[in-house]
C-alpha cells in the first residue's frame, strides 16, 4: 500500500522525444508537488497543484507541462528532451491544512537523455 | 528571502561514533524547520521537524536536532551511529505562511565500519 507511487521508475530517452511520468498519492492529501534532484543531489521545486489548481509554477522551460486530473494525481509531462533534463524527479505530496514542509515523497523518476 | 546553508557536504564517520550534522538558516520570521534523510536510490523521508514547543527534537531511530534561535541553527545529531545511517540528509526552512520549502544543499553521511 505505497503512499506515493510513480512510474516509470527510470526511463532513458533520446533527445528530442517527449515523455510523461505518472504520479499517485493514496493519502488523502490536497497538494501534490513535482521537485527535481540533479547529479549533485540538489533539490529544486518545479510545480505544486492544491485541488488540481497550480499554485507554484518555478522558472521552468515551458517544455514541462504538468497535469492534474484529480487531487491524487499529478503528471508531468516533458516535451523536446534535452540532455540537462536528465535528473531524478521526484512527486510528492502533503495537506494543506497541515504545515508546509511535511511532505511524503515518491521513490522518484531516473530519467536519462541520451 | 529565506536561505539554507548546510555547512558539510560531506561527513565520513566510522560506525558507533557521534556524528553532528550542521545546518544554518535565515529568516526575518518565525520558521518551522526540518530534516528529511533519503538513503540510497529512494526517496526522502521525514527525519524530524520543529515547528513550536521544545527547541529540542527526536527522531525514532535516535537523531536529535535543536533549534537554537539565537544562533539561527538547526543542527542535527546522532549519539552513536549505525552503517544503516548511510544517506544524503538534507535540511529544510519554511517561513511564515509560505507553501514553498526552503532546502540545504544537502550532507552526505557515510558511515564506515
Redesign the interface.
Known sequence: DTA?SQTPKYLVTQMGNDKSIKCEQNLGHD?MYWYKQDS????K?MF?YNNKEL??NETVPNRFSPKSPDKAHLNLHINSLELGDSAVY?C?SSQ?SA??????????TRLLVL | AQSVTQLDSQVPVFEEAPVELRCNYSSSVSVYLFWYVQYPNQGLQLLLKYLSGSTLVESINGFEAEFNKSQTSFHLRKPSVHISDTAEYFCAVNAGNNRKLIWGLGTSLAVNP
Open positions: 506515493v497538494t549533485k543531489k540538489f533539490l521545486i505544486s499554485i507554484i521526484f510528492a494543506v504545515v508546509a514542509g511535511s511532505l511524503d515523497f515518491g521513490p522518484g
